[in-house]
């Protein structure tokens, strides 16, 4: 609700940057709904800049309108605009089968693996999905490269499942 009614009309419903006010606007809004434009962005990012805005670039700050709660909310949402339920169903195979042994079940990591907490938002939202995209192809410490063992549409639902379970 909370982006229908302060989101969707700049970014479009669907967050393809086509909301009926997005015309008027001197800067085109981010399409939210773009995989590869909103992977640049971690959450942390994305709440920084729905909160305190960017006007330079014709985006309010909703800090004084809206909780923190509500805007971590909303940004969640926004988030979730580019995947599908097919695609975090998909990761979640993929993440069984190569991940689970190290990050535990639920992305609670393994203490003997060394494995960080997946699930740990405070983690998590600090990283954006282009940088785990990046650790997941080449490895990461003792994580191995998955480059060559998975597709790209599987490393794609991958890291959308595990930001799932954040």
């Known amino acids: 609700a909370s982006y229908a009614a302060n989101c969707a009309p700049c970014h ?63 940004v969640g949402y926004a988030w979730s605009l580019h995947t599908s339920r097919e695609e975090v169903d998909q990761g979640k195979v993929v993440y069984e089968a ?16 060394g494995a960080p907490d997946l699930a740990d938002f ?15 192809a080449r490895g990461k410490g003792t994580m191995p490269a998955f480059a060559d063992k998975l597709s790209d549409a599987e490393q794609r639902a991958v890291l959308t499942y595990v930001r799932s379970l954040s």
């Open 98 to 113: 190569q991940c689970a042994s190290c990050h535990g079940a639920g992305g609670e990591g393994v203490a003997s693996a």
């Open 12 to 74: 479009g419903a669907a967050g393809k940057g086509d909301g009926p006010s997005a015309s008027g606007l001197s800067f085109a809004p981010t399409a939210l709904g773009d995989g590869d434009k909103i992977a640049a962005r971690s959450f942390v990012e994305l709440f920084d800049i729905t909160k305190n805005g960017n006007m330079q670039r014709m985006m309010p700050p909703w800090g004084s309108r809206l909780t923190d709660q509500e805007i971590w909310d909303t």
């Open 122 to 136: 405070s983690v998590t939202s600090q990283t954006s999905q282009a940088q785990w995209a990046q650790s997941l």
